[in-house]
């Protein structure tokens, strides 16, 4: 019903500019969303590391398609890096290429994410490339391998989405590159051309880089909510000698803080991707629809019982 409510919401505008400004709805978004600007943002990454968790700021933005936003988009990742720095916040950054003109002209692109990682690279911090839909797959990987060649490991990395079919030679060639990667399944819907749809069969690819990155990589991290990947991933680096503080196991804001906890309680590095941001509501669907009606339900009534 939520669900219901909210796609059919996001493609009529009139309506969304109201449902966004509904308190009931904007309880739930918070659930997954820091909030609508960087100071809710930083608030939430202050209280993750309160309780011993890393953070991710990512300021939500995908498919820019202006000049001017793709540049102010920049200039606020410049400013989330600047101020994790002055409040001395155990956090990195996550940026989507296409938030930063990847759809109007590369070069503007790399010339935009040049200015986003010397800032990382002037406070000593590190900035994740996220991976998106399979038509940017390979222009993503070759902006970042040049990005790579000119910073390093320690300030830029790249996420790799085992559900790509015809890209299972990328994480051997970028280990060989001494990258640091962040392996995920894969979050898009795409075509099974594409990729692999089948559960078992996206297990299983997740599976074997899972093992090669956690074995091979330098400073891995394994983004995902699946306890038996995440338990998996203790097993294997309990057995192959690996230190737990080596590599990262990372979830998003608000899905299973329950494991978060677990993980954090157990000597794992937890980190949390912290999304804020104005363009809050498609990031929200997105995460409404993986959650199951019953879980969606409880924080429905959960957000109900708070008083606005
Ligand atoms: P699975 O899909 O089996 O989920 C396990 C359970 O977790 C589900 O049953 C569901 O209840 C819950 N869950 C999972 N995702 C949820 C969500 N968003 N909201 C609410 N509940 C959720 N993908 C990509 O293509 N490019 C990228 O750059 C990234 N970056 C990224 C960073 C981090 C830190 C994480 C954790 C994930 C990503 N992803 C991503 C998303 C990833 O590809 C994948 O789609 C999701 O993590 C869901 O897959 P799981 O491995 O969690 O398992």
Known sequence: MIRSILST?????????????TPGIRDIAWQFVAGEDLDAGVAAVKQLNANAMKGTLNFIGTHIREKAEAISAAEANIAA???????????NLSVK?????????????????????DSAEKLGNFVCIDMEESPYVEKTLAIFEDMLQLYGPATVGIVLQSY????RGDLRRLLDAGASIRLVKGGYWETSEIVYRRKSQVEQVFREDLELLLTRGWRPAIATHDAGFLFYSQKLSAEAGIAPD?????LLY?????????????GF?????????GNWYAYTLGCIRRIPEGILRR???????VPF
Request: aromatic share 4%.
């Open 9 to 21: 919401v996001a493609g009529q505008p009139w309506l969304r500019k109201a449902i966004v400004s």
């Open 81 to 91: 890096l600047e101020r994790m720095g002055q409040e001395g916040l155990d956090c």
């Open 97 to 117: 290429l296409t938030q930063i003109g990847l759809d109007i002209d590369e070069s503007m692109c790399r010339h935009l994410l040049r200015r986003i990682l």
């Open 164 to 167: 790509l079919r015809q890209r």
């Open 246 to 250: 080596s590599f990262e196991l990372q």
């Open 254 to 266: 608000g899905v299973r803080t329950d494991l978060q906890k677990r993980l954090i309680q157990e």
């Open 269 to 277: 590095n937890v980190r949390c991707y912290v999304p804020y941001g």
């Open 299 to 305: 924080i429905n009534e959960s957000c109900r019982r």
